[in-house]
């Protein structure tokens, strides 16, 4: 038995239409939540799911969330298709110290759900490309200096269609990760775009990153590592090459976000200024260096 819970908020007015039209045409074993936000769909979905109820602050469903539950066997036997139900009642998800919203934006295809999913779970989707509809999102808490930040990444969709829906999400990012593929003219030339867009829905003090995604395929590269570097400094802001494929780099980025988050949010009298993009540059890989290529 499929359980799909659609959402009702402002931010996803778009999504309602488009899952029921796509599901209702689906074998009848599927039951959709359908009603007003806050009455309670997430709920009775994870209480159906785990048998359990989760307690606390209520938060709005994005999109679309689903979970699959053989019903011969007991309750819980299905987890939520992401773990994020599960880790909100956990109560390791209570053990952190701050939070920020990241967000990753680029053209379609650049790799942007590969590069989360690496960084999440340590694996690469290949071949298949399924493109992202509309917004996803995950949670990871990383320590940095003895300090546990949560981070809560938000995976966007690349195709144009999706735009109106991702602007809406811009606005109370604290970090964005703005990827171009090597290989791809198109998907570099865009970024000055991508950053016009970023000014005019994302707050003004955004740390901004910019990566270039797919360093492993040197052979098809198509735009040099020093010509993202000079966009980057241009723009003032970090810049690396990273592979979602081979992990390269993958981890410093977030790890470099959570650090200027933390550093933003406990600034101590005595304690030494933290400049992100000096510490991308010292701790940043270069393809064709090391092992990663
Ligand atoms: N070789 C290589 N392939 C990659 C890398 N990252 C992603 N890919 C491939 O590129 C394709 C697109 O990756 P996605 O992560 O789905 O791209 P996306 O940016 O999320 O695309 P949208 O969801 O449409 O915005 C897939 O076929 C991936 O396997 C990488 O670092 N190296």
Request: with cysteine; glycine share 8%.
């Amino acid at each position: 038995m499929e359980v799909l819970s659609l959402p009702d908020s402002p931010h996803s007015d778009t999504f309602p239409v488009y899952f029921l039209r796509r599901h209702l045409s689906l074998p009848l074993v599927q039951t959709i939540l359908v009603g007003d936000s806050g009455v309670g769909k997430t709920s009775l979905l994870v209480q159906f799911d785990q048998g359990k109820f989760i307690p606390g602050s209520f938060s709005a469903t994005v999109g679309i969330g689903f979970t699959s539950r053989d019903m011969t066997g007991t309750p819980g036997a299905a987890a939520a298709r992401d773990g994020e139900a599960p880790e909100r009642s956990s109560p390791c998800s209570l053990s952190y110290d701050l939070t920020g919203k990241v967000m990753l934006l680029g053209d379609s295809g650049v790799g942007k759900t590969c590069f989360l999913i690496q960084f999440k779970d340590g694996a690469f989707l290949s071949r298949t490309f399924i493109a992202t509809v509309g917004i996803d999102f995950r949670n990871k808490v990383v320590t940095v200096d003895g300090v546990r930040v949560k981070l809560q990444i938000w995976d966007t969709a690349g195709q144009e269609r999706f735009r109106s829906v991702t602007h809406a999400y811009y606005r109370d990012a604290q970090a964005l990760l703005l990827l171009y593929d090597i290989t791809n003219k198109s998907s570099f030339d865009n970024i000055r775009a991508w950053l016009t867009e970023i000014h005019e829905y994302a707050q003004r003090d955004v740390v901004i990153m910019l990566l270039g995604n797919k360093a492993d395929v040197s052979s098809e590269r198509v735009i040099r590592s020093e010509d993202g570097e000079m966009l980057a400094r241009e723009y003032g802001v970090p810049f690396m090459e990273t592979s979602a494929k081979t992990g390269m780099n993958v981890e410093l980025a977030f790890l470099a976000i959570a650090k200027e988050l933390k550093y933003r949010a406990g600034r101590q009298a005595n304690e030494p200024s933290f400049q992100i993009r000096d510490y991308v540059e010292s701790q940043k890989k270069r393809p064709g260096c090391c092992s990663f290529v």
